[in-house]
């Protein structure tokens, strides 16, 4: 009897050993780290009386100096029906990238699994990169190291629920119910937003039209206490198109262009909760992408991109005038050169010219409107 009992225990120990060699052999890890060194050329290299630095109020790559990126641990499964994703960040570039997180789990970049109900639809529950714009979280992803004004004031992530549906060879659908945008870890608000896609993909590219639409801060509401001057803002419409293309086996061009506007919402008077006259606010842009291949090793880019707030839609972004309406123009010129396969150098050098003057200073801590920088960035792949 012992030995049938050993015989069954040894039996069962190879069984689930074999079910989960089967299940190991499904996830994978991957991720990158990076770091740079960031110099003006025309204003200085350390902080400003206020304790501020003068760089592009863009994300991530705006520290002087040596400056960290981030480390980024992906452990994904994918099974045939079921997977999930696991994204966890360290450091500066992830914490500016969950900067809304509510609690110690800021360390979560993405967070989801999905379940492949047929070969043409797939569902994905919990926290997702968001599928607006040309520009990612990832400095792996990108070819120019620092980001974009539209990238770093359109959404980051969301947390929903989201379909994507193949309807041929080449054209999808997603369609998605989120939280309010870039509050990750729960809803807040008691508002949701509805996000929409419409792709197309060929052997060479594709063209993505977005639609995102929701109240992003909840409403005011009488049941609740409210103090005087306590404000919503109404809901937030966003239409963004993204498109890229191999021209040739050597040039690459893309393209983005967004429009983002948040209607007048309600404010409370000290008595009753009311309607705020004016017009909507937000920003617009649009942003053209040319990369070619110089060798096997090398390529070369350039990012142009005209950037504009209206009716104070951002605040500190651009300088703008009296109207609460600026505009930014930058330019961006940057390398890759693979050292290996999987890890990249990118020298940079970049130019930004506001509308408005005094956004900047200059080497003499009086005001400019123009900016130019030098970065250099190491980016491991794994």
Known sequence: MKKLQLLIVLLCLGSLTSVMAQDLSKVSISGSVDAYYRANFNAPNKALPDGSFVAPATSFANRPGFALGMANVITAYEGEKIGFVADLVFGPRGTDAVFNSMGSSNIVNQLYMYWNVSDAVTFTFGNFNTFLGYEVISPAANFNYSTSYMFSYGPFSHTGLKADIALSDNWSLMAAVMNPTDYTEFNWAGTYTGGLQLGYENDNGGTWLNLLYGDQDGKLDEDYPLTMGQASGGSTFQIDLTTGYD???????????????????????GTDIVDDDGDGSGFYGVAGYVQASTSDRFSLGLRGEYFNVFNNGLDGVVGVDTDGDGSVFAVTLSGNYKIVENFTLIPEVRLDSMSEEDYFVNNELAGSKSLSSFLLAAVFSF
């Open 247 to 269: 021209v040739s086996e050597m040039v690459y061009l893309g393209l983005n262009a967004t429009y983002n506007t948040t209607a007048a919402g309600e404010s409370f008077n």
